[in-house]
């Protein structure tokens, strides 16, 4: 029989997924599984669950439970948006030392990967011994190292499909539409809006993201190029698109808000969802251009892109519960800390493995779309975008043209 | 064998529905069933269509295409809101004349069955035979005479399942967050925002519909009042809300627009949707009586709502195939003109039966949602109207707590 090795405790991190608890199901199963973890503590709501011993027994949920739990988007712990100082650190430590914790897991994106970096640290310079290991996650799928991050393949099925029936919707009653998309600095998610096409005049027909800096002019002529070919223009523009005429390359959503106090994150990063004020710009920009008699209107996903229920791609919410498999296996191997990351295995089918890397390879800086992924005129994705993302979402739904109508 | 009639037209008209291509189908099958109808023109764009001799031959669709396209959402002849005046009546039976079309079909809401009422009144004044037939449509469920129309449950689906992961979104990162519905003067798409609530705290914590008036500060007063109970709120607001201090009972988005010319289509609708004005109105307006450390954001769900593929009833996708039949059925059966309702039967399982009524009952007027649908207080819906709408959304997806986090 395994020895305990000691007690775990898990929290999870930073904007929610729809996969997000596939990954906490992942670490129950597999640390229960291993007979190694005497306990999992839960944390509520990340760090400031461990600071304030606001736990729960995750070994005491029943099966069918955890089986409900994974298949349910938005963390089911609570999340949180805090960078730890070491002080509060240590202040961890000491919950952790009374419980016998010595295996940390945490579920989250960049930041979250940096909090688990920062505790990392501090257990090691104060000689407190934990392993630290971050699990990833974020619909943006701006992680470095890892090939694609769990939670991006359903928030991009919902993009893509959001797409399909908005193009649609387009063609039935023409007009110029711009929507906008999740993502601070990467443009995966925006990109993700071009997987939905079947036809040559499909929309979304210009795709902005946030690694082509443009100015608004440029952005007006194109859609007016647009609709003058097409009698109508689908436009898809991520939230973080960056204004090639600022000088310290500020997103349209800054420059809009004129200096007026944006609501910032511990983190530094400013409030760019949950508002509807980059697209309603977008639209009045395009309106005062072209006139008022074209029928323009815009819409903001929002939310719904990382939390909607029932469409979430199978292959994600697999590599979910994966990442949080492995992530237990790779803390029992002893191998220290690290961050789980996948790797694509060459050849024309797509396979996954998973890997070890290093926190710091992982935490606070982003990556962004490779520039191979991006149309040289910047307003548009390739075909090495398509075959890279198309694997992640899963089949998308029926799409039917009638032949008098191609 | 039986003798041809004539031959027939149909057009899609208003906004798109997820399950507007199933209405068409089941006219194309039914008319093709029937071998009364020589042949079926499909009008590009509805009546501009007509206008336009712009059409495609139906009965020339292979089966397997037409399935897809039933399985499509958004109008796949292509939709227009057009009000067509007594001369533009007398244009289109010259072009109908021509092609010896005496059978109409018009699949919409409210608008839609005005036109149709008109061009039945047009070719009885002017002697044109012409049997029209309106095939309803709405997500706005707004139509009168019938229990509930095809496209909303649908429509209902997207927002029940969207409040479900929004309020798991919610729990997950507290704070207040504002969705916006569609729904121009009634409240049932809004209302059915409480489909997906499964524990007591969930959310949305209020629910606003057009049918009650009310006033900026009562909303952020109740607003304030589940945050403080809470620490969280969910909030539906339909985009047809209306300002109870408005001399005219104005809707907000009109109030909020002081006067600036909001766009409007030739059946006098002002444009709600396609904007987050509303959304982010609300949420400055919580903001400033709040304080600005709470989070507060706003989500505007816009044309989504309609046409997302997957996210469909296959109770609305049904009930609309079986509309587009009856329409047929009706038209051959030597009634006259009118439009197709569904009477729910008395009982505890629910079953439908499809029954014509007269046009002038479902032509350009609404209905809101019953009193005995909407709470006293006006901010939420009583367990009549989850009764009444539950059968019409079809399954949720699964949802389940920990049970440490219950």
Redesign the interface.
Known sequence: MDLVMGNAIIG?SG??T?VINQSLVGVVEAAKASGKIGQLF?A?HGVKGILGEDF???F???AD??E??A???????????KKPTRDECLAMFEVMKKRDIHYFFYIGGNDSAETTHIIQQVAQDSGYDLACWHVPKTVDNDLRVTDHCPGYGSAARFVA??F???N??N???PGI?INVVMGRHAGFLTAASALGRKYPDDGPHLIYMPERPITRDQMVEEIAAVYKHLGRCVVAVSEGIVDANSKDHLTFTEVIAKGN?L?RDTHGNV?L?????L??WL?DQVKQALG?SI??????????Q??????ISPTDAAEARMCGKKAVEFALSGMGSGSVAMIRKPGPDYAIEYKPTELQNVAKETRGMPDEYIFEKGNDVTKAFIDYASPLIGE??????????I
């Open positions: 999870q904007g929610p729809a839960g509520r729960v027994h995750l005491d949920e029943p439970v955890l409900q739990v298949m349910t988007p938005s963390s089911a712990l609570g999340s949180v948006r499909s959001a399909m029936g908005d649609l919707d063609r039935s009653l539409k106090e609501a409030q969802s949950g508002s509807g004020a697209g309603d639209m008022g029928r323009v209107r815009a819409d903001t996903f929002g939310y719904l990382r939390s909607f229920p029932g469409v998308l739904p029926p799409y039917g043209r009638l032949k008098g109508m």
